[in-house]
């Protein structure tokens, strides 16, 4: 099946979204922090695989793509900044609430402008072939990027993927011993 790597993204972007409110909606501290962690897992993995992935097809297909993509690096370098804050507040922190919503207020902000901007930009300069090329690059990437926030790690190919492919396997063993929600809760 043909997908396009606006379809991807922003099925992403709905599921970091129904992870937001699934962890201030939550009503338990064990509940929360599952939430929590699933939160900052499709946040990060997002932020990393379209560092790897979509801001370098931005600077070779888009005309004036090398501004466009260090403007969305910049923006991802402050969500990386308040993630890493945010994964090391716990929800008994009175400030656990306030973190994580000042954190959507850039996400949201940072989402609006990729799907109506850029996004559109790219698949306006890719033929079918290389937009669905994109998209499966993007899951597959996704897979190996680190599931935390590392925001002083390299913001450009090739060293950042070298620290991705050094970083990962790192947080996905921390990843073993977090807590997670049950299957049968939904994000969606």
């Known amino acids: 099946m043909s997908q396009r ?27 929360i922090i ?9 946040l990060a ?16 297909a888009v005309r004036g793509g090398v501004v466009v993509a260090e403007k969305d690096r910049q923006a991802h370098q402050r969500i990386k900044e308040q993630l890493k804050t945010f994964q090391h507040t ?7 609430i306030p973190i994580i919503k000042a954190l959507m ?15 559109m ?6 033929n079918g072939k290389d937009n669905n090329s994109l998209a499966k690059s993007f899951v597959r990437t996704k897979a ?9 790690s ?6 950042e993927t070298v620290f991705s492919l050094v970083t990962a396997p790192i947080d996905q063993m921390a990843d073993m011993f977090r807590r997670w929600p049950h299957r049968d809760q939904t994000v969606k």
């Open 5 to 31: 790597i606006s379809d991807v993204i922003k099925q992403d972007h709905k599921e970091i979204i129904a992870c937001y409110h699934r962890t201030v909606d939550a009503n338990y501290y064990d509940e």
């Open 34 to 42: 599952r939430f929590q962690n699933l939160f900052i897992w499709e």
């Open 45 to 60: 993995r997002n932020v990393a695989a379209e560092e790897l992935v979509l801001y370098p097809a931005i600077e070779k």
């Open 90 to 96: 716990h929800p008994s922190n009175p400030q656990f």
């Open 105 to 119: 207020v850039d996400v949201c902000r940072y989402i609006d402008d990729e799907e109506t901007n850029d996004l």
């Open 121 to 126: 930009k790219l698949e306006e300069s890719l």
């Open 144 to 152: 190996l990027v680190p599931s935390r926030s590392h925001p002083k």
């Open 154 to 159: 390299p913001r450009r190919p090739p060293l």
